[in-house]
């Protein structure tokens, strides 16, 4: 199970404080004793130090009466900062016995200071000066100098602990210190336990900050994964905005930066890859066109050759030696030559358009006299096939345009529609202005073209025919330069059925003459 970042810093965080608590309970509990008894130590020491030095500072058998109350009011001073017992006495032994005989106090005085000490007690440790030995088990030897020895005493009367202090100063008296011991067990088993409330305490309080200021460090770093998340899906709308001096700020700002570009190689990417498909598309289409173009070329370049290697080969054997056959055969030679020049121009001039070499020049002219000039070359063609012309072209219309592939497309549709003509013959031109735009309409009656091939018409080679005969003439091209050279222009182009015949159209850019 996935731990988010706060939990596991709220969890760390009083993992933390309850070890420090422990450690320092632990401290308390092993090590405060000792320490304890060594500040002890040092302070009997330094007791024991000031009272000698007060004695050596005052000669007791010669000092007078007020200077002893100094004296005193002194060592109640040493004793009361201190809380050690201070007692001060000569020390009379017996010589035979080795015994205490007699013990005189000089601090505290005779009935008016504090309880004496039992004289058996003080006996022991005369016995410890002269002979060296620990009294018993419930005597601990801690220190021992030329001046002074240390005692941990066990009391049994009263169950307790004492440090004590038996040594010499000036003038051959005997100076006892006497300090609690068992006091520091019971502070430090009462201190841990208030160290044990305390630190409970204080984890509560530790972890409800540690929410609350979690809260304001994990909640940009949330914020920063779920745009790294975003980041992966390539969503790179997402910004960090909070405005933050830190290094979670600089980790923000950087994302952005890092987000940015990301965005902007993929794009680049994306681009890169849409060229490449459109190029491979364009390769691919290409090489269809060019199977298509040999096959197409082929096919109508077979015919024409097959004809003209036929009469050729006859005028060479002299099948028909009469001068009216051998001419026949010649023309029919030229004629077929002709037609496939027409076509290898054509293809020529379609092959510059779909390629993008054949550059555009627009210029302003009447569209009026190219369709006249179109029709009255066609002349001869018109009246060889018996044909019908209405058109009634008589003002100019000025167009922008390029006049040499203008006069090509009105070529194209009018060679068109002499191809196909039946019926009653007729052949109906127009120019019609409108919305700034001059359309050009060439009619022919005749059967419409079916439905499913009106799309297909403006393809290279293609020919409503099926059969593709030669009964109709053309070659399938002149429809494809029309689209190529209105496409060139941008501009609108098409075919319509009607009943009796077919209208093709295209419309050119007009300009009113200045």
């Known amino acids: 199970m996935r731990q988010s970042m706060r939990t596991r810093l709220v969890v760390l965080t009083a993992l933390m404080i309850i070890l420090c608590i422990v450690i320092c309970w632990i401290m308390n509990l092993f090590l405060l004793p000792g320490y304890y008894e060594n500040s002890k130590k040092k302070q009997m020491n330094d007791v024991y130090g000031e009272v000698a030095a007060l004695f050596d500072e005052n000669d007791w058998k010669n000092i007078s009466d007020t200077q002893k109350d100094k004296v005193y009011d002194s060592l109640d001073k040493i004793s009361a900062n201190s809380s050690v017992s201070v007692y001060i006495m000569s020390i009379n032994v017996d010589s035979s016995s080795g015994m205490v005989s007699k013990v005189d106090y000089l601090y505290p005085s005779m009935g008016n200071r504090t309880q004496q000490l039992n004289t058996q007690q003080l006996a022991k440790y005369v016995m410890f000066k002269q002979l060296g030995n620990v009294f018993d088990e419930n005597y601990k030897l801690l220190e021992k100098t030329d001046k ?216 302003h002219f009447d569209l009026q006299q190219v369709v006249q000039s179109v029709l009255s070359s066609s002349e001869i063609l018109f009246r060889q096939k018996e044909v019908t012309l209405s058109y009634d072209g008589d003002h100019p219309v000025y167009v922008w345009a390029d006049e040499y592939m203008t006069e090509e497309v009105v070529m194209n549709y009018v060679s068109n529609a002499l191809n196909h003509i039946d019926g009653e013959k007729i052949i109906e031109v127009k120019i019609v202005s409108c919305d700034g735009k001059a359309r050009v309409s060439v009619f022919n009656t005749g059967k419409p073209i079916p439905e499913e091939d009106i799309d297909k018409i403006w393809s290279k080679f293609y020919k409503v025919d099926k059969a593709r005969t030669r009964e109709y003439g053309g070659n399938g091209i002149g429809l494809s330069i029309v689209k190529a050279i209105m496409e060139a222009h941008n501009q609108a182009y098409g075919v319509k059925n009607y009943d009796n015949g077919v209208e093709f159209w295209f419309e050119l850019d007009e300009k009113t003459e200045n």
């Open 148 to 363: 002074y020895e240390l005692f941990n005493v066990f009391d049994q009367r009263i169950d307790s602990n004492y440090i004590e202090l038996v040594g010499g100063i000036t003038g051959d008296y005997w100076v006892y210190l006497r300090s609690n011991y068992q006091s520091i067990r019971e502070s430090a088993a009462i201190s841990n336990e208030f160290l044990t409330y305390v630190g409970i305490l204080v984890t509560i309080l530790c972890v409800i900050i540690m929410i609350f200021l979690s809260n304001h460090y994990t909640k940009p770093i949330l914020k920063l994964a779920q745009i790294a998340k975003k980041m992966e899906n390539l969503d790179f709308d997402v910004r960090y905005k909070e405005n933050r001096h830190d290094e979670i700020g600089v980790l923000g700002h950087s994302m952005n930066s890092l987000s940015d570009k990301l965005e902007q190689t993929i794009s680049e990417l994306k681009t890169a890859n849409n060229e490449l498909e459109l190029d491979l598309q364009r390769r691919s289409e290409q090489e269809q066109m060019r199977q298509e173009f040999l096959a197409n070329v082929s096919h109508e370049l077979k015919t024409p050759i097959a004809l003209i290697q036929g009469y050729a080969e006859g005028l060479q054997d002299n099948v028909n030696d009469d001068p009216e056959s051998r001419e026949f055969y010649c023309e029919v030679i030229v004629d077929e030559a002709d037609k496939m020049n027409k076509m290898v121009k054509k293809l020529l001039s379609l092959n510059q358009l779909e390629f993008g070499n054949g550059q555009v020049h627009l210029e």
